[in-house]
């Protein structure tokens, strides 16, 4: 998929409450894990919400755990590999809510990392154990565990929005590669500094 860069003084206008934010990975780290073992370009994923006049990263991350912080803070640190993906693309599901989905990213704020939960899910793709574990797609078992990035993304639209955008697999085994391939989001444009 080529990239389309834009800033985001220019993107202002077409980022809404909702969408997505996919990280591509850059260097070492947890995240560059789940890229590598989840076959993606991308090693995280989080959700904007606007405050105001201003957009949000709502997320779950590594070392911090829930939070929200300024889209244009995160910008400035990853410049050129935030993908912003529209949510719910022309209106397909009717029935999601997005300011919902939103909410619920706003209290994930303060929680832990789900460590174990990413150790977890990234076991799934050792060879040996591919051949005798399958996926569960099960997303009606209660998780006790924190959850990582893209499993708290997937919960908001799920459980808050109304809408599973990756039917085909629990939430605590979806991967920023799943959001990324799913047909609820689809890809906008790629954020740069100013």
Not at 14 to 36: E, K, N, P
Not at 99 to 106: Q, T
Request: positive net charge; contains cysteine; glycine residues 6%.
């Amino acid at each position: 998929m080529p990239q389309i860069f834009t800033t985001l003084d220019d993107a202002r206008g077409q980022i809404f409450d909702g969408d997505l934010l996919l990280f591509r990975r850059r260097h070492w780290s947890i995240g560059s894990l789940i890229a590598i073992a989840g076959r993606g370009v991308h090693s995280h994923a989080a959700k904007v919400a606007w405050w105001g006049d201003l957009p949000f990263c709502c997320e779950v991350r590594e070392w911090y755990g829930g939070r929200a912080v300024t889209l244009e803070s995160q910008v400035k640190r990853h410049p050129g590999r935030i993908d912003v993906y529209r949510v719910n693309p022309e209106f397909r599901w009717p029935r999601y809510d997005r300011l919902a989905a939103v909410r619920y990213m706003r209290r994930l704020a303060g929680c832990d990392y789900g460590y174990a939960s990413v150790v977890r899910a990234a076991l799934l793709h050792l060879p040996m154990v591919r051949l005798f574990v399958r996926p569960s797609l099960d997303d009606t078992l209660r998780e006790h565990r924190p959850p990582f990035c893209s499993q708290a993304v997937v919960m908001a639209d799920r459980i808050a929005g109304g809408v599973d955008p990756v039917p085909h697999l629990a939430d605590r085994l979806t991967e920023p590669a799943d959001l990324a391939q799913s047909p609820f989001y689809k890809y906008q444009f790629t954020l740069t500094a100013n």
